[in-house]
């Protein structure tokens, strides 16, 4: 099953003490709505990242949330540091 799943480690996503990893088959499959292009995964943060957009999805209960509208516009500082994880940016 492809999906972003807890973990059940006690290091937050901000949201329900629980961290979360996402399926490798699912990064592959998904795309920035406005780019097209890849995303990485930002466990730290519990966000699926568009480093050409500048924008960071959130991931809510397991789900992305591949809104524009609801993303994150990522901060000079982030846009210059490296992925935290595997996965393309």
């Given amino acids: 099953m492809l999906g972003v799943k807890p973990e059940g480690d006690p290091m937050a996503d901000g949201r329900d003490g629980k961290k979360t ?3 490798p088959k699912l990064l592959e499959l998904l795309a920035c709505p406005l ?4 995303l990485a995964w930002d466990p730290e943060r519990g966000e699926l990242v568009s480093r050409v957009a500048k924008l960071a999805y959130p991931v ?8 524009p509208s609801e993303a994150r516009v990522l901060s000079a500082e982030d846009v210059l ?3 935290r994880s595997g996965g393309p940016n």
């Fill in 35 to 38: 780019t097209k292009g890849p």
């Fill in 60 to 67: 809510r209960d397991g789900i992305p949330i591949m809104l």
């Fill in 81 to 83: 540091s490296p992925p």
């Fill in 21 to 23: 990893n996402v399926d």
